[in-house]
């Protein structure tokens, strides 16, 4: 494959945008952690950006739970 599979100008690319915990649309970036730029054949992406940072979820879940899951999933398995 001679380039990234979000680089073919058929695939449509999400990106995280930060919205820096305003309602002012005026001063929305792109997240740190978002890649963004021109594709070799000079199309733009990401297509399309959606909130990435300061989400609030529907559910709120218990912080004890909250942070057994972020432990499991950054420990490395074997096997």
């Known amino acids: 494959m ?3 599979p979000g680089n073919d100008p058929f695939v449509i690319s999400v990106g ?3 919205i820096r ?6 001063d929305d970036v792109a ?8 594709t070799p054949d000079g ?3 990401p297509d399309i950006s ?6 609030i979820g529907a559910v709120r879940l218990p912080p004890a ?6 432990i499991e ?3 490395p398995r074997r096997g």
Do not use: E, Q
Not at 31 to 38: K, L, M, V
Not at 50 to 55: E, F, I, K, Q
Not at 65 to 70: F, P, T
């Open 50 to 55: 959606a909130p990435g940072r300061y989400v």
């Open 43 to 45: 199309f733009m992406k």
């Open 16 to 18: 995280a945008s930060d």
């Open 31 to 38: 997240a740190p952690w978002s890649a963004w730029g021109y």
């Open 65 to 70: 739970w909250r942070l057994r899951d972020r």
């Open 73 to 75: 999933s950054c420990r």
């Open 2 to 4: 001679p380039f990234a």
């Open 21 to 26: 915990n305003t309602l002012d649309l005026g």
